[in-house]
């Protein structure tokens, strides 16, 4: 059986202030530090031992890897990092506290937002500083292809050909695969894997910090399990 860990990253700034955050790179707090620990040990404990690792281009997944791979003893592994990726871009919510942003838009309206799988939040306009064009570290991507808001089916169709692509060959090789990313990316993940549909994924919960371990059959899902039983958390999509 071949292996494949994902995991969102360990709490971040943004996260405690309950703020949209999407492609704004902000970095973990120390209770996220701790939980990208915490993940590492209980992927060592599980015997998890990735060959190669994937990860997003902003700080906080970043970060979650390193430390998940110190505390596995393998900092070693070839790692790529891949804006494909990234979180869901929230567009014109970027920085806004969700609390507030409700009570502005109505609570009906952000849940919209939020929990729909096909709209997005408004653009952000090209001039806006937290556009993605605007960010060197996209600057050698074609422009048309940066997001300037995203619904998760738009993210799922970032996220789905670069999975495709560059890590179901590993995966059907039998190389067993890290990938640490975010809440909606991890979700397409979810949805490519387990074929879950657009209505069922949304209530997928995705809990910071604690690794979903999958048992693979090349690339069918066998068994899997969260592996931090010390938290609550939402059923993964198993078989």
């Known amino acids: 059986m071949t292996r494949l860990v994902l995991t969102r990253h360990g709490q971040s700034a943004w996260n405690l202030e309950n703020r949209f955050t999407g492609w704004v790179d902000v970095d973990l707090t120390d209770r996220g530090e701790a939980e990208a620990r915490r993940?590492?040990?209980l992927m060592a404990e599980a015997g998890f031992a990735p060959e190669a690792a994937y990860t997003s281009v902003l700080k906080r997944a970043i970060r979650t890897l390193w430390l998940s791979l110190e505390a596995l003893?393998?900092?070693w592994i070839p790692v790529e990092k891949d804006w494909r990726l990234n979180e869901r871009h929230y567009g014109g919510l970027t920085g806004l506290n969700k609390a507030e942003t409700a009570e502005a838009h109505g609570a009906e309206q952000v849940h919209v937002w939020r929990r729909s799988y096909?709209?997005?939040?408004?653009?952000?306009?090209?001039?806006d500083e937290?556009?993605?064009?605007n960010d060197p570290r996209y600057a050698s991507l074609d422009p048309a292809a940066l997001p300037a808001t995203e619904s998760l089916k738009t993210t799922l169709e970032r996220v789905e050909p670069y999975f495709n692509s560059q890590i179901a060959p590993k995966l059907d090789?039998?190389?067993?695969?890290?990938i640490s990313a975010h809440g909606n990316s991890l979700r397409?993940?979810?949805?490519?894997?387990?074929?879950?549909?657009p209505d069922d994924i949304m209530g997928f919960e995705i809990p910071?910090?604690?690794?979903?371990?999958?048992?693979?059959?090349?690339?069918a899902p066998r068994?899997?399990?969260?592996?931090?039983a010390d938290r609550a958390n939402p059923t993964p999509p198993c078989p």
């Open 208 to 219: 910071t910090g604690n690794p979903l371990l999958i048992e693979l059959d090349g690339l």
């Open 73 to 75: 003893d393998r900092v």
């Open 223 to 228: 068994e899997c399990a969260y592996l931090d």
């Open 173 to 178: 090789a039998g190389q067993d695969i890290l």
């Open 39 to 41: 993940g590492g040990a």
């Open 130 to 133: 937290r556009h993605p064009r």
């Open 188 to 197: 397409a993940l979810l949805m490519v894997l387990f074929k879950v549909s």
């Open 118 to 127: 096909d709209i997005a939040p408004p653009a952000l306009a090209e001039t």
